[in-house]
């Protein structure tokens, strides 16, 4: 059975950088043909899809976020990480991290979940 | 704005059916049959409830169905139950540069 976990700090200061990693257990990050994903809910709100990386290295971007985001595997950890620049308070949430079967385009598996506070 | 809109809520008496919509475009739900639905109780994470339309994960009471016409899907859970009471989540892919996009959610309650 897959597992994801989100680990990283949960108050950032504005203008900061917010780094979360998923370290993924129960498979390897690099069977399959996978993307491992980031997405966010603010409280009360909706999920928003912040982007996605492929065990190679391959990665697309939420046009929105993108000039903010990078996303990176860790392969030989079975991490990947998301770092996402000049946050503002506009980016607390929760951010979960998902693994996507781009056959179906579905997230199968997610990590409980990790609340990010930007606030000085 | 979310791009798929869903309605904000509805509600239902145990036993009965009910019918969540989520209505996109040409682009997303219209085009392609990757809609998804997830449900998400408080402080959980969202579960795969049904994907590519009307297809069931494994584990998935088949009290729960899916299906699509034109460019609105929508999601029926039939039998309710009070377990059933969750925020409940549209997804397509689109054609679009987000790949992806979900719905603004639709809280159920069950009376």
């Known amino acids: 059975q897959v597992q994801l976990q989100e680990s990283g700090p949960g108050l950032v200061k504005p203008s900061q950088t917010l780094s979360l990693t998923c370290t993924v257990s129960?498979?390897?990050?690099?069977?399959?043909?996978?993307?491992w994903s980031w997405i966010r809910q603010p409280a009360g709100k909706g999920l928003e899809w912040i982007g996605r990386?492929?065990?190679?290295?391959?990665?697309n971007y939420n046009p929105s976020l993108k000039s903010r985001v990078t996303i990176s595997v860790d392969t030989s950890k079975n991490q990947f990480s998301l770092k996402l620049s000049s946050v503002t308070a506009a980016d607390t949430a929760v951010y979960y991290c998902?693994?996507?079967?781009?056959?179906?385009?579905?997230?199968?598996?997610w990590g409980q979940g990790t609340l990010v506070t930007v606030s000085s | 704005q979310s791009a798929l809109t869903q309605p904000a809520s509805v509600s239902g008496s145990p036993g009965q059916s009910i019918t969540i919509s989520c209505t996109g475009t040409?682009?997303?739900?219209?085009?392609?049959?990757?809609v998804s639905w997830y449900q998400q109780h408080p402080g959980k994470a969202p579960k795969l409830m049904i994907y590519?339309?009307?297809n069931r994960p494994s584990g998935v009471s088949n009290r729960f169905s899916g299906s699509k016409s034109g460019n609105t899907a929508s999601l029926t859970i039939s039998g309710l139950q009070a377990e059933d009471e969750a925020d409940y989540y549209c997804?397509?892919?689109?054609?679009?540069?987000?790949?992806?996009?979900f719905g603004g959610g639709t809280k159920l309650t069950v009376l």
């Open positions: 997804s397509s892919y689109t054609s679009s540069s987000t790949h992806v996009v």
């Open positions: 129960g498979g390897s990050i690099s069977s399959g043909s996978y993307y």
């Open positions: 040409s682009s997303d739900v219209g085009g392609y049959n990757y």
């Open positions: 990386i492929y065990t190679s290295g391959s990665t």
């Open positions: 590519e339309v009307s």
């Open positions: 998902a693994r996507e079967d781009p056959d179906t385009v579905t997230y199968d598996y």
